[in-house]
């Protein structure tokens, strides 16, 4: 059973910037996507951005897209999410998962997420 823990989440005024963390234990790192999804109050939870295995490809929502970057390091087992210009709309509690299945295709939806994190709240001020 994986083990996922969120930080970097806070205050933010917006047009402002934020860095999430997430740190993984408990399986090869390495071998899996991982995503990054939110919920807003009153919402469901949405996806906002995955990353392949590699690092090598990465997909986002079209909400987040230019403003958002999801990145990993592997030899630390992390995974980060750069949120740059901020907007009140993106105050959401935000979740870190792994995928299901060791692929090196990335996988876009709740379902195919295994594992999360107990979430991390950011709260953009205007």
């Not at 969120?6 to 234990?25: K, M, N, P």
């Not at 995955?50 to 986002?60: E, L």
């Not at 295994?114 to 205007?126: A, F, I, N, P």
């Amino acid at each position: 059973q994986v083990q996922l823990v969120e930080s970097g989440g806070g205050l933010v005024q917006a047009g402002g910037s934020l860095r999430l963390s997430c740190a993984a234990s408990g399986r090869t790192f390495s071998s899996y996507a991982m995503g990054w999804f939110r919920r807003a109050p009153g919402k469901e939870r949405d996806f906002v951005a995955a990353i392949s295995r590699s690092g090598g490809s990465t997909y986002y929502a079209d909400s987040v897209k230019g403003r958002f970057t999801i990145s990993r390091d592997n030899a630390k087992n992390t995974v980060y999410l750069h949120m740059n210009s901020v907007k009140p709309e993106d105050t959401a509690v935000y979740y870190c998962a792994v995928a299901r299945y060791s692929s090196s295709y990335v996988p876009l939806g709740v379902a195919d997420f295994g594992s999360w994190g107990q979430g991390t709240q950011v709260t953009v001020s205007s």
